[in-house]
């Protein structure tokens, strides 16, 4: 019985210990947040694993958390939910089923995952394109493009952009009602990355009339120039993003090799005779005193110029929206930023938001103080969050206002 008792003991202490997490102590719902944070870092221990083992490959164990969140695609008495695809890419349509006055607004939405995972079926996410849909009375397409590791750059960006362009001709605009004066682009994340890109490349292609009214980017990766910014450096573990997995993200988006990863993580993936672009990462200029925090900027570090030549696509304005020129962002839509404090994106965001604004674009940058990355899709039962529910209304509102 003795035994039994130390060996229960054992065992709870250890769970205890994994689940266990520092919390910052102006975050809500503290055992909320451990409970999410260890359920995710055992599926990538897991992952890990079965990735050493040659049993799987690591994202793609990883994405057992997309399958395990898939729901069909079911309509209700406010939307009208269906697949269907756009350009050859599949996409979840939601079209709301209350009358009109006129032409309906639209959201493009393009889910997060670091290019790796998610989809527009996951339960979060149908959740939010169903919310925004019923709430705005609007259109939303949720696009499904290709992930990595199967697909690398530039295929991501290029299935959304067809979808949108697609869905941008006036004929199809007509067909479902959209007002083409009233278009969003939006995403979280990866998909904020994706967004940014969108917004940016529709700019310079003569082939799309509409002009996006806005767009919306939800604590949004921007740029693989330096990943040793004071938020990588503050947030290097906080949940749910490490910068290490953030690393890796970044550099299967672009090829599914080691060395790459290694050097990104190390942040020495870049080499000198790109130095010119540091200048549109440079935190001492471009993040507000407060985030800088007691962080001193010390200049960019250097890398063979070995990985660039080999993928190219690292300094590929369209992979990395914040290397844009001023003059391109001059150009750019009503602008909506999210970011979070306790996130390595935080200052990719910030960033963006100080150059937009100096470039004359109207830009809203609304920051969470108290949020972690991904925190806008905890809003559902068993590990909805007071502070996710807080984000979603915070950007539908936006949305509501200004679209």
């Known amino acids: 019985m ?5 060996c229960l003991f054992l065992a709870s202490a250890l769970v205890a210990y994994y689940i266990y997490t520092p919390i910052p102590e102006d975050m809500g719902e503290p055992w909320k947040v451990m409970f999410i944070s260890a359920s995710f870092r055992a599926i990538g221990h897991l992952a890990g694993a079965a990735e050493q083992l040659g049993l799987v490959h690591y994202m793609e164990a990883l994405m057992l958390i997309t399958a395990a969140e898939y729901v069909a695609p079911t309509s209700d008495e406010n939307v009208t939910v269906t697949d269907t695809e756009f350009s050859n890419v599949a996409v979840r349509l939601y079209l709301p089923r209350r009358a009109a006055d006129g032409l309906r607004r639209a959201v493009l939405y393009f889910h997060g995952g670091g290019w790796c995972l998610g989809q527009a079926g996951m339960r979060s996410y149908d959740h939010l394109a169903r919310w925004t849909s019923n709430s705005l009375n609007a259109v939303v397409v949720s ?7 199967k697909y690398h750059f530039p295929v991501q960006f290029e299935d959304v952009y067809s979808v949108t362009k697609f869905f941008l001709q ?5 067909q479902y009602g959209v007002d083409p004066d009233r278009v969003c682009v939006a995403g979280d994340s990866a998909g904020g990355n994706l967004a940014a890109a969108v917004a940016q490349q529709l700019l310079e292609d003569s082939e799309v009339k509409t002009k996006l009214k806005a767009q919306a980017l939800i604590y949004p990766a921007l740029q693989a120039l330096d990943l040793n910014l004071p938020s990588y450096q503050a947030n290097e573990n906080k949940p749910l993003l490490s910068k290490l997995l953030m690393a890796r993200f970044w550099s299967e988006y672009f090829a599914s090799d080691p060395s790459l990863w290694e050097a990104i993580a190390s942040n020495r993936h870049v080499p000198a005779e790109a130095s010119h672009l540091f200048q549109f ?3 001492s200029n471009l993040l507000p005193e407060e985030l800088k925090k007691d962080h001193v900027y ?3 570090s250097y890398g063979s110029s070995e990985l660039v030549q080999k993928y190219p696509g690292l300094l590929d304005v369209r992979a990395a929206p914040l290397l844009a020129s001023d003059a ?3 150009g750019l839509p009503l602008s909506y930023i999210l970011t979070c404090e306790h ?3 935080r200052d990719d965001g910030a960033m963006y938001a100080e150059r937009l604004r100096a470039a004359g674009v109207p830009v809203t940058h609304d920051h969470a103080q108290d949020a972690f990355h991904g925190a806008m899709t905890f809003v559902l039962s068993p590990v909805n969050l007071a502070v996710g529910h807080r984000l979603l209304n915070r950007y539908v509102e936006w949305l509501n206002e200004n679209l």
């Open 2 to 6: 003795g035994a039994r008792l130390l």
């Open 143 to 149: 696009a499904n493009y290709r992930l990595a590791p």
């Open 170 to 174: 006036s004929s199809v605009l007509s």
């Open 281 to 283: 990462v440079n935190w």
């Open 298 to 300: 010390a200049g960019p």
């Open 328 to 330: 391109r962002l001059r």
């Open 343 to 345: 996130d390595v994106l």
